[in-house]
């Protein structure tokens, strides 16, 4: 069950609370940074061949396919995500069962590559980005977010206070890359931080040219509406990136 | 003496303290982040244009005069700063008391325009961003280096205590861009806090490339010998930038 990078998705404690969340339930538009990373996209995405890293429900892979992609493939290491994905789908979408952190891509297979919150849990992440690049053709595009490395630094990660007593995010051992193990959902559970140098260090020494960068946290109408998001102004909850293969 | 930008350097205590740290008193072997800086330069600085903003007492400026460089300008708005510079300098330098807010640069006059610690206190860096991509031929580069985000960020600045009581920077307010006042060498000095992603989509806006990001703290000699930088390992310190104009 554990192999390299754990799979805690199959665990059915985790399974069972992940499958709750609005992101799971609702999708896309669940997921309150869905629509700053949709506007890190190609506009068009007709004719495009997708890959989803890290596909989880499927709910991307239906998106592209529904904007008219020319083909769309969605690859996660839970067998239940992808059972339920499966079962809601398309058949023009084809599913693999494959860990990320031992992934193979074919050569210039796709011209998208996208990945949602799961780089943070591949271990090698150097080695899944040199398959990517070798993925992709000049000008291929890959767009992905991460917990910011803001949020995933920290050995024991929790809100606490500023000298002054004012609400605030405790960073320690940032510089630090390696894994930490936080309670989420269930106990124990091990995802990788990086330093935001490690990840674009990491893409511009393997043939990727940054275009855009976001550092998401909820805007004032998120906020107001939902009133567990307003923390999120003092750190960035996620790190969303767009690049270009050069 | 105050201008759209605070000229912090030019009041007599500030000056006194900043005379005295080691960086101003050993120059750029004094400052600990300068040999990560030095590998972002060109290999080769013989026959380049160099222009430095906020060039202070000018040790960048005789390096890179002792390089071989073709020409140096160095530009800072403290009188003080710029009246050693000029004492200790080579005529070959040319040195100019200018606000780096209202600066106006010739086009394409420079190769290279280096910044250390100085863009965190202009108010309107997207103004010079675009002055720079001016002065900057393709192929040019930017090298430069700010206060770290997440140690400009919070409203009160100090090293506090994560929930577990293990030693960290707390984090606040780090989405809000705009002024924070700090105590640092004399009270009440004002530097502008800019997120990653500020400073990032500012460069790729107005044409320039990333090239590499160093988010600077110690190595473990440094650390070994001098204790007061053993925090620096739980947040960056510095933000080193380098760019090529496209």
Sequence with gaps: ??????????????????????????GLEGAPEWQSLRAMLPEEMAGLRVLDL???????????LDR?????TGIDVSKKMLARAQQESDPAIRYIEAD?????????????????????????????VVQIAGAL?????????????????????GWSEDSEGAKAWPVNHYLEDGPRTTNWLAPRVVKQHRSMATYLNMLLRHAFTLTHLEEWGPTEAQSAEDSSLLDERHRPTFLLVSTVRR
Tied chains: 1, 2.
């Design 1 to 26: 069950m554990w192999g390299v990078t754990q799979n805690i998705y199959d665990e059915d404690g985790f399974f069972a609370g992940y499958s709750q969340l609005p992101r799971s339930r609702r």
């Design 68 to 72: 008219g992609a020319r083909s769309v």
């Design 54 to 64: 890290g596909c989880g429900f499927g709910w991307f892979c239906r998106w592209a």
């Design 100 to 128: 990320l952190d031992s992934l193979t891509i074919a050569h210039a297979s796709a011209d998208l590559i996208y990945s949602s919150l799961a780089f943070h849990y591949v271990t090698n992440l150097e080695a899944l």
């Design 137 to 157: 053709p000049r000008g291929g595009q890959l767009v992905f977010s991460v917990e910011h490395p803001m949020v995933t630094a920290p050995l024991h990660q």
